[in-house]
T-cell receptor, first 113, second 113 residues
Framework: GNSVTQMEGPVTLSEEAFLTINCTYT??????LFWYVQYPGEGLQLLLK?????DKGSNKGFEATYRKETTSFHLEKGSVQVSDSAVYFC????????????FGKGITLSVRP | EAQVTQNPRYLITVTGKKLTVTCSQN?????MSWYRQDPGLGLRQIYY???????DKGDVPEGYKVSRKEKRNFPLILESPSPNQTSLYFC????????????FGDGTRLSIL
């Protein structure tokens, strides 16, 4: 079945540091890939998505590229802010016969001033 | 305002007492789904629905029931709750299927004693 593996956390960075959060996946066919973010006490929000190989999703300074050859979708940001502190989830969807969404375990990011 | 509304937000109850968590969306979305979020496990899909009267199991359906009699509502039913169902639950919806961005509710925290 489908699965998503995220790097272990938590991650603590200083403001303006570079961020990379690793995500790899296992899936049949050609899944769509997502990053969702969860701020404290809230539901998840879509951060970015990519639907096919070599697509780059981007939003709010975050980027991720769909790499089919390495089955990866790593999240990056060049300069994090305190307001980026949240939990980040990588997810994949294999819509079709069964439209299921599979999430990674999530990683907590804390950015200190 | 486009939103997914869950009720209740918090509930403490006892083993075996049937409960229902309601979910309603006002965006005319076809696809709705339920997740549970547990520490160290991320989000896991319980059930999903592609349209009215069409529901299917996610990855962890045991102990849960759902129904989709109307497009806007997708209640989650625990017929005989047990302590291992203590968790944070999220309802989500999207325009068509799991490939589209999901709109999440704010969550329901259930404690089963």
């Amino acid at each position: 079945g489908n699965s998503v593996t995220q790097m272990e956390g938590p991650v603590t960075l200083s403001e303006e540091a570079f961020l990379t959060i690793n995500c790899t996946y296992t899936a049949t066919g050609y899944p769509s890939l997502f990053w969702y973010v969860q701020y404290p006490g809230e539901g998840l929000q879509l951060l970015l998505k990519a639907t096919k190989a070599d697509d780059k999703g981007s939003n709010k300074g975050f980027e991720a590229t769909y790499r089919k050859e390495t089955t990866s979708f790593h999240l990056e940001k060049g300069s994090v802010q305190v307001s980026d502190s949240a939990v980040y989830f990588c997810a994949l969807s294999s819509a079709g016969a069964n439209s299921k969404l599979t999430f990674g375990k999530g990683i907590t990011l804390s950015v200190r001033p | 305002e486009a939103q997914v509304t869950q009720n209740p937000r918090y509930l403490i109850t006892v083993t075996g007492k049937k409960l229902t968590v309601t979910c309603s969306q006002n965006m005319n979305h076809e696809y709705m789904s339920w997740y549970r979020q547990d520490p160290g496990l991320g989000l896991r899909q319980i059930y999903y629905s592609m349209n009215v009267e069409v529901t299917d199991k996610g990855d962890v359906p045991e102990g849960y029931k759902v129904s989709r009699k109307e497009k806007r509502n997708f209640p989650l039913i625990l017929e005989s709750p047990s302590p291992n169902q203590t968790s944070l639950y999220f309802c989500a919806s999207s325009y068509r299927d799991s490939n589209q961005p999901q709109h999440f509710g704010d969550g329901t925290r259930l404690s089963i004693l």
